[in-house]
Nanobody, 119 residues
Framework: VQLVESGGALVQAGGSRRLSCDAS????????MGWYREAPGKQRELVAT???????NYADSVQGRFTISRDNAKTTLYLQMNNLKPEDTAVYYC??????????????WGQGTQVTVSS
């Protein structure tokens, strides 16, 4: 599975931005996908996830402001970010998890896209 993020930018606080992640390769084996972010000096953290069935999960810090979604073909993952705050500044990474027939999980990551929120 190959993942390519796009959409990162410099945004003013209170603004909105949509990130995209284009998936290619063995996408039919993807069990779930998600967005993670890594701020300078901090560990990578979960932002939001979505399962193949469409169930979503959000970090408390973004609940109500961010929305994760996928297109019908499940080849593109989105993250709609509203009411952005300076603390949302980070490199955002797309993640996918493939589960093999034997139950093993394999993780794939994109290269990341920078979101900077100015106050």
């Amino acid at each position: 599975v190959q993942l390519v993020e796009s959409g990162g930018a410099l945004v003013q606080a209170g603004g909105s931005r949509r990130l995209s992640c284009d998936a290619s390769g063995s996408i039919s084996y993807i069990d779930r996908m998600g967005w993670y972010r890594e701020a300078p000096g901090k560990q990578r953290e979960l932002v939001a996830t979505i399962t193949s069935g469409g169930s979503t999960n959000y970090a408390d810090s973004v609940q109500g402001r961010f929305t994760i979604s996928r297109d019908n073909a499940k080849t593109t993952l989105y993250l709609q970010m509203n009411n952005l705050k300076p603390e949302d500044t980070a490199v955002y990474y797309c993640n996918s998890v493939v589960v093999s027939s034997g139950g093993f999980e394999y993780e794939y990551w994109g290269q990341g896209t920078q979101v900077t929120v100015s106050s």
